[in-house]
């Protein structure tokens, strides 16, 4: 069940099928229920786990279709998730609460953090923690621009407690250190 984050989900975000897909869905339970009640033998188990996975697979491939389709509502998602991330740090959340969490943004945007993350996932090739990282790297190389703070310093107010676990974002993110990164600025 880990393989389809659906499981995931809230209620309110279900999923909306099509009549041809509710028919496949409808077709392969079905076939699950006449296998359960009408044949069991040796091959019943393997038949009716076979059709669950096909229904799994049918489920995810609506979902996927789904946020493709619905690309104008996730798009003022994404635009929701930026607007929320900025905020949180525009409020001073960074310094009192720490790093921004996918639980805490998808919370703001009443929705799931599966939901959310296969969203954004879906949108912009990115997961939610990978945006949040990437919006976190960006602060730290404009502070890094323009402030006088030492890295330690910027790593804090941008919420990392772990200056190593903030350098190796940063090198994760850009290819150098932060230290390297305001070097190369100087040169």
Do not use: C
């Not at 909306?16 to 009640?37: C, G, M, N, Q």
């Not at 188990?45 to 491939?61: C, G, H, P, T, V």
């Amino acid at each position: 069940m880990e393989r389809y984050s659906f499981f995931h989900y809230e209620t309110d975000e279900a999923l909306h099928v099509s009549p041809r897909e509710e028919k496949i869905i409808w077709d392969l339970f079905f076939t699950i229920e006449a296998e359960y009640k009408d044949n069991p033998d040796e091959y019943s188990r393997e038949i009716i786990l076979a059709r669950i996975d096909s229904m799994l697979k049918y489920a995810q491939r609506f979902y996927k279709r789904q946020f493709i389709n619905r690309a104008e509502i996730s798009g003022k998602k994404v635009s929701r998730f930026n607007e929320a991330l900025s905020a949180y740090s525009e409020k001073g959340a960074l310094l009192t609460s720490g790093l921004p969490t996918v639980t805490t943004l998808a919370a703001q945007l009443n929705l799931s953090p599966r939901y959310l993350s296969d969203m954004l996932k879906q949108e912009t090739g990115k997961t939610a923690i990978e945006l949040i990282h990437i919006y976190l790297i960006n602060e730290a190389k404009n502070r890094l621009k323009g402030e006088d703070l030492n890295v330690s310093e910027i790593a804090y107010t941008l919420g990392f407690e772990n200056l190593p676990y903030f350098s190796r974002l940063f090198k994760k993110e850009t290819g150098v250190s932060p230290v390297e990164f305001r070097k190369q600025l100087l040169n």
